[in-house]
C-alpha cells in the first residue's frame, strides 16, 4: 500500500532546494575572491631607485614575484627636461615589464610607472637613477605623467571570468528568489 504524499513534502524539498540554492550562490561569489592566489608585487625597478649607472641602460624594468599577466600598463623614462627617452613599445616579458631605451647621455633620469594587475590592484610609481660622468643633475622639469605621455596604450575591458561568474549568480539568485516567493497553489 502506498502512502499519499503529503503537500508538506513538496514545500520542505523547495525549501531544501531554496537552500542549497543560496549556499552555492554565496560560495560562487565568495571563494573566487578568496582563492585567488598569491598577490603578485613589484619587487625591482632596474635601473634601481637612486642607483648611478657607469654607462647608459639598455632597458628599463619592472620585476614581479610572479608572472604578470596584465593588459593595462605603462612605463615612462624621462630625462630631466622631462622629454622621453624611451625607443619602443613597453612589453611584457613573463615577470618583467620592460622598455628599451635610446642611447642615453650622462645625467638623471626619471622612470613613472602605472601598472593594473588581473586582481585589479595597481602598481603606481616613479624611481630615479642616473648616468655616471661627474656629479647627479637636479631635475628642472616636473616629473613625466604616464597617464599623458602617450608612450602606452591601455588594453581594455572586464576580465571574463568575472562577468560570467557574475551572470551565474545573478541568475542563481533570481531562481532562488523565484523558488522562495512562488506562493503554493491553492488545492
Same mark, same amino acid.
Given at each position: 500500500?502506498?502512502?499519499?504524499? !503529503? ?9 531544501? +532546494?531554496?537552500?542549497? /540554492?543560496? &549556499? ?9 575572491? &578568496?582563492?585567488? %592566489? ?16 657607469? %654607462? @647608459? ?16 600598463? $605603462? ?9 622621453? &627617452?624611451?625607443? %619602443? ?9 620592460? =622598455? ?10 626619471? =622612470?613613472?610607472? $602605472? ?11 616613479? !624611481?630615479?637613477?642616473? &648616468?655616471?660622468?661627474?656629479? @647627479? ?11 599623458? !605621455?602617450?608612450? $602606452?596604450? $591601455? ?16 541568475? /542563481?539568485? %533570481?531562481? +532562488?528568489?523565484? /523558488? /522562495? ?5 491553492? !488545492?
Amino acid at each position: 500500500m502506498e502512502e499519499p504524499t !503529503s503537500p508538506a513534502r513538496p514545500r520542505r524539498w523547495r525549501a531544501r +532546494l531554496g537552500t542549497a /540554492l543560496a &549556499v552555492f550562490a554565496a560560495l560562487a561569489i565568495v571563494v573566487p575572491a &578568496v582563492v585567488g %592566489g598569491p598577490e603578485i608585487e613589484l619587487t625591482e625597478v632596474s635601473p634601481g631607485d637612486g642607483a648611478t649607472v657607469p %654607462g @647608459p641602460p639598455a632597458e628599463v624594468a619592472l620585476v614581479f614575484s610572479g608572472p604578470v599577466d596584465s593588459r593595462e600598463f $605603462h612605463l615612462t623614462v624621462a630625462d630631466r627636461t622631462g622629454r622621453a &627617452v624611451t625607443s %619602443g613599445d613597453e612589453r611584457l616579458d613573463g615577470q618583467r615589464i620592460v =622598455v628599451p631605451l635610446t642611447l642615453v647621455p650622462a645625467g638623471a633620469y626619471r =622612470v613613472a610607472y $602605472h601598472v593594473v594587475l588581473p586582481d585589479g590592484r595597481e602598481v603606481t610609481g616613479m !624611481s630615479e637613477f642616473s &648616468v655616471a660622468a661627474g656629479s @647627479p643633475e637636479r631635475w628642472v622639469a616636473p616629473p613625466p605623467d604616464p597617464a599623458t !605621455s602617450g608612450a $602606452h596604450a $591601455h588594453g581594455g575591458g572586464a576580465d571574463p571570468l568575472s562577468i560570467v561568474l557574475t551572470c551565474v549568480a545573478l541568475l /542563481l539568485i %533570481g531562481a +532562488l528568489l523565484n /523558488l /522562495l516567493l512562488r506562493r503554493p497553489r491553492p !488545492s
